[in-house]
């Protein structure tokens, strides 16, 4: 079937906006990854979810920032008050379940640009 | 805390020469350790990981808890492995399951 998709690819806003990143995980994955990847770094895990549960939120580096799955399948990355330093992209992976060790497989994540 | 150091951010070899990726991790527990790749406009995806033993595309990866260290190799350096690659760390079991990334070396196989 499909891979994970994100939407949008490229996002550009002005500072002090809001803005919503979209994750449609690989179909029956139970778990999902959210990473921001700055330039020239790693993927810096933000949070993730098993079903609707977000089950860790200590990678989110402040309360604008917050993640829902609501229905255990589609997530959103929202990013209140944007600032320039949340430029970054913004990479979602989805994880099939337990006992396959851990192996996710990534969106082609979205560019975030805020002017 | 978990911690994942990739020392070298561009490593550049000729064609047929040996790669090492080097890769060191700081965790408390007993680690699973992966290494992903993204080649040019391509996603983020697994290449191999510590657990499987298994090589892929000529790539081998061996987990020395000792040095903890878990380097990638490769005996003779190929155009087509030009790419970023990433080493990651998680705990193991699946209880826990955060993800630990390095910040990614650049090789780069000159022909």
């Known amino acids: 079937g499909a891979g994970v998709s994100q939407s949008p690819r490229y996002k550009v806003t002005k500072r002090g906006q809001d803005v919503a990143l979209r994750c449609d995980p690989i179909s029956g994955h139970v778990s999902l990854y959210w990473y921001r990847q700055a330039l020239g770094q790693g993927p810096e895990f933000l949070t993730y979810?098993?079903?609707?549960?977000?089950?860790?939120k200590s990678g989110l580096p402040n309360d604008r920032f917050s993640a829902e799955r609501p229905e255990g399948s589609i997530s959103t990355l929202t990013i209140q008050r944007t600032e320039q330093r949340d430029s970054a992209m913004y990479r979602c992976a989805s994880r099939r379940g337990r006992g396959d060790y851990n192996e996710q497989f990534f969106g082609p994540g979205t560019r975030l640009t805020v002017l | 805390a978990q911690r994942v150091t990739q020392p070298e951010k561009l490593l550049s070899v000729f064609k047929g020469a040996p790669v090492e990726l080097k890769c060191n991790y700081s965790y408390s527990g007993s680690p699973e350790l992966f290494w992903y790749v993204q080649y040019s406009r391509q996603r983020l995806q697994l290449l191999l990981r510590?657990?499987s033993r298994e090589s892929i595309k000529g790539f081998t990866a061996d987990l020395n808890k000792g040095e903890t260290s878990f380097h990638l190799k490769k005996p003779f350096a190929q155009e087509e492995d030009s790419a970023m690659y990433y080493c990651?760390?998680?705990?193991?079991?699946?209880?826990?399951?955060?993800?630990?990334f390095g910040t990614g070396t650049k090789l780069q196989v000159i022909p």
């Open positions: 979810f098993n079903y609707e549960a977000q089950q860790d």
């Open positions: 510590h657990i």
């Open positions: 990651a760390l998680s705990g193991q079991g699946s209880g826990y399951q955060k993800v630990t």
